[in-house]
Every structure is written in structure tokens, then in C-alpha cells.
């Protein structure tokens, strides 16, 4: 009943930027948490960073400095703004939301996107 697409991701030299975001769409739902993780060839996906509804954010070690999370809750968006980007930050960034409240079906429900690309070069 919801959606979350990814966009944004491309190809970016070494110390460059970009901003993903992520759009929600669907039925009534309320938007709590609202996270990126990344995962990158042959390793684990991780948590990136994470907003709560209230404005409370948490960052990886890795990308503290570098990373800003964001959200318009108006238009259901999450961004992230990324700096200096670095070759080990090359992965696919997956949008989450893990605490989606379904008004429709009275319930939480965790959403994932498809993933949006981000490849940086030496």
C-alpha cells in the first residue's frame, strides 16, 4: 500500500556530491522513522543514517561530516546530502521506513525501495 522510490544516484568523482531522495506514496499512512542503509558488493548492508518524525537523526561513523539526512514531511520525501563523497562510499542506497502506520489497515508495516546507484571514482 506504500511505495518508496529512490532517485538521484549516478556516477561522481572522488570528493563531489550528490543528494538522493526518496518519495513515498500510497493509501493514508503516517510516516514515522525513515532511514538509508547502503550495501555494496560482497559486504553486509549497513545503516547510514536515520530521522526520526521529531527531527532526531543518527549518522554512521563513516559518514558523520559528510552525510546530511532530511525530510519534507509535507511531501513524504526523505533526501540525502552527500559530500566528499569517497570510493568506499560506493553501494546501493536503499531507502526504509520501518514504522509506517497504515491508517486503512490499523497497523505498522516496514517499506524498503528498490535502491538507487551511487558509484564514486578515483
Known amino acids: 500500500q506504500v511505495q518508496l522510490v529512490e532517485s538521484g544516484g549516478g556516477l561522481v568523482q572522488a570528493g563531489g556530491s550528490l543528494r538522493l531522495s526518496c518519495a513515498a506514496s500510497?493509501?493514508?499512512?503516517?510516516?514515522?522513522?525513515m532511514a538509508w542503509y547502503r550495501q555494496a558488493p560482497g559486504k553486509q548492508r549497513e545503516l547510514v543514517a536515520a530521522?526520526?518524525?521529531?527531527?532526531?537523526?543518527n549518522y554512521a561513523d563513516s559518514v558523520k561530516g559528510r552525510f546530511t539526512i532530511s525530510r519534507d514531511n509535507a511531501k513524504n520525501t526523505l533526501y540525502l546530502q552527500m559530500n566528499s563523497l569517497k570510493p568506499e562510499d560506493t553501494a546501493v542506497y536503499i531507502c526504509?521506513?520501518?514504522?509506517?502506520?497504515?491508517?486503512?489497515?490499523?497497523?505498522?508495516?516496514?517499506?524498503w525501495g528498490q535502491g538507487t546507484q551511487v558509484t564514486v571514482s578515483s
Open positions: 526504509n521506513a520501518p514504522d509506517t502506520f497504515e491508517r486503512g489497515s490499523n497497523r505498522y508495516v516496514s517499506y
Open positions: 500510497g493509501s493514508s499512512f503516517i510516516l514515522h522513522t
Open positions: 530521522s526520526q518524525s521529531g527531527g532526531t537523526t
